[in-house]
């Protein structure tokens, strides 16, 4: 098997916007990338969630995603997504 197409137990926090349109704080997904992650997510929560994830930046394990191609970004066993909407202030 391609070791590229392995998938990983991931936890995905959602915050704000995100937390509020996906009706829970967090929750476990298997995914190999970040784009594999956030299509899981999407059909979990069609509707507002994926409305708020288009705005939303990312974290990886405590990284920052900024512009690299979602289905660039692996996923690592136990590891963490911070799905972040855009926040008000400063």
Do not use: Q
Not at 17 to 40: F, H, M, N, R
Not at 68 to 81: K, Q, W
């Amino acid at each position: 098997m391609d070791p590229r197409n392995e998938t990983a137990k991931v936890t995905v926090r959602y915050w704000a916007a995100a937390k509020a349109a996906a009706g829970v704080a967090e929750e476990p997904y298997d995914a190999a990338t970040l784009a594999d992650a956030l299509t899981a997510v999407r059909e979990r929560h069609p509707g507002e969630l994926t409305r708020v994830l288009m705005r939303c930046s990312y974290l990886v394990d405590g990284d920052p995603v900024g512009t690299r191609p979602h289905e660039t970004v692996r996923l690592a066993e136990g590891g963490t997504v911070e799905v972040l909407p855009p926040f008000a202030g400063g």
